[in-house]
């Protein structure tokens, strides 16, 4: 076998390629092609919040004047702080109002009772409103009832708090635009020495009907797109976009699937972790051979490595210096959130060169190692956005609270592409919102979530 050896290297010590080169190369960049996902966060309105908004939305005092025996009467009313109820999907709003009329002999006051139903509902700018507005003015004081002159304080009244209540609006923009803002945020992904990024582009906002449960409650789902490059590609940052009022929107936790799109040369350099200053030295019996300058492609549906085997060879009484390109290929797969290739295995020419290089060494090691190399874990590489996208959307101040969960994560299936890798990932959650923040609210949730992660 030494002979055999020695006959195949003599008078050379390099060989050539011993699989068809690389394709040529593909133009442009990694395209993950999303789908539309959405992210669902329950909205919740307090009662509280809702009453402090309309409470000073109303008039806490007003005057006026009405006709009396064909002369101008002033009138000056003060009400209470308003009451917050809800009947029949509609907010019911209730306050005591202590009127006081000028007589033609001195003044005379009385009780007034304001009774307001209205129906809430939450519009495209971001701004609950109420529409099909109801308001009753009346009295419980018996002189009243033998007091018709003074009806017209009963309607004066009516009018002014009609009109404030029309133009009433709980602007919830600006809490919905510091959450849209973390989540179209790039989140940077470090693979190895390759860097990548995640993003959710935002392709609209949608709503599902308002339920009315002592406060405003409202599925709110931010359709995107989301994604994962290796490297990083650029996206323009959009204003939020006008929601969509949809008869439904799916409660609960969502999930959202993310492609996962990766060059070949920075999965190159993920592999490349295994090398010490780019080179792999693999055989104990020849300490000076090893493998440098892998390259990963896809041919015909099958993810080749080649990789260049460069060294010495000094035994058996051969002395040379082996030089040449090994190929492996195998088809990818995915094993238990991990990809692999577990079928990676020697081309046939690389299968027949290390066959007649029996003697020496056989290609069981480098195939073993070649596999183990290429086993990326996203599962765990993935968990620096499972916590980025966790933190991002916990947050609190003094207008609203968000928190978001992020409860498991599954890489579904993988697709190798000309020039890219593709790899689906699902990414189960939840998300919530309360407006205003409940005191105290916010530090504790801040807390739980630099404890968490």
């Not at 700018?125 to 009963?154: I, N």
Request: proline letters at 8%.
């Amino acid at each position: 076998m030494a002979l055999a050896l020695a006959g195949l290297c003599a008078g050379c010590s390099t060989f050539g390629a011993v699989y068809p080169p690389r394709p040529p190369a593909t133009p442009g960049a990694p395209v993950a092609d999303p789908s539309p996902s959405r992210i669902v966060a329950h909205l919740a309105i307090t009662n509280g919040g809702l009453r402090a908004a309309m409470d000073d939305a109303i008039p806490r005092k007003g005057d006026g004047s009405f006709a009396l025996l064909r002369t101008q009467r002033r009138y000056t009313w003060e009400r209470t702080p308003a009451e917050i109820s809800f009947a029949q999907g509609r907010v019911v709003l209730d306050t005591r109002v202590r009127a006081t009329v000028d007589m033609p002999i001195g003044s005379f006051e009385f009780p007034l009772d304001v009774h307001v139903v209205a129906e809430p509902v939450l519009s495209t700018e971001y701004k609950v409103k109420l529409q099909s507005t109801e308001v009753k003015v009346q009295s419980a004081d018996r002189r009243l009832k033998v007091a018709d002159h003074v009806a017209g304080v009963f309607e004066s009244i009516s009018t002014e708090l009609s009109a404030k209540l029309k133009d009433f609006s709980y602007d919830v923009r600006p809490s919905l635009e510091e959450a849209y803002a973390r989540v179209s945020k790039p989140i940077d992904l470090p693979i190895g020495d390759a860097r990548g990024c995640a993003t959710l582009k935002v392709l609209g906002i949608e709503a599902g009907p308002t339920v009315v449960a002592d406060g405003l409650e409202k599925d709110i789902a931010l359709v995107v797109a989301p994604e994962v490059t290796l490297p990083c590609a650029s996206a323009e940052a959009l204003p939020l976009p006008p929601f969509a009022n949809v008869a439904s929107v799916p409660s609960g936790p969502f999930t959202v699937v993310v492609p996962i799109a990766a060059r070949y040369d920075e999965l190159q350099k993920a592999m490349g972790m295994l090398f010490t200053d780019g080179k792999y030295f693999f055989s104990k019996e020849y300490p000076g051979l090893y493998l440098e300058n892998p390259e990963i492609y896809e041919s015909q549906g099958q993810i080749v490595l080649k990789v260049h085997i460069k060294g010495p060879v000094h035994k058996f009484g051969i002395d040379v210096d082996l030089e040449g390109d090994l190929f492996l290929s195998g088809h990818v797969s995915v094993v238990d959130n991990e990809v692999q290739i577990p079928d990676l295995e020697p081309t046939i020419e690389t299968k027949n060169f290390f066959l007649s290089l029996k003697a020496m060494t056989d290609s069981t090691t480098i195939r073993d190692q070649a596999r183990n190399a290429l086993r990326l874990d996203l599962s765990e590489r993935l968990k620096a956005v499972r916590e980025k996208l966790s933190s991002e959307l916990t947050f609190g101040g003094p207008s609203a609270c968000f928190q978001g969960n992020v409860d498991k994560i599954e890489v579904t299936s993988a697709h190798a592409h000309g020039s890219y890798l593709r790899v689906y990932v699902a990414v189960t959650a939840r998300a919530s919102a309360t407006l205003p923040c409940p005191a105290g609210s916010a530090p504790a949730t801040a807390a739980a979530a630099a404890a968490t992660h």
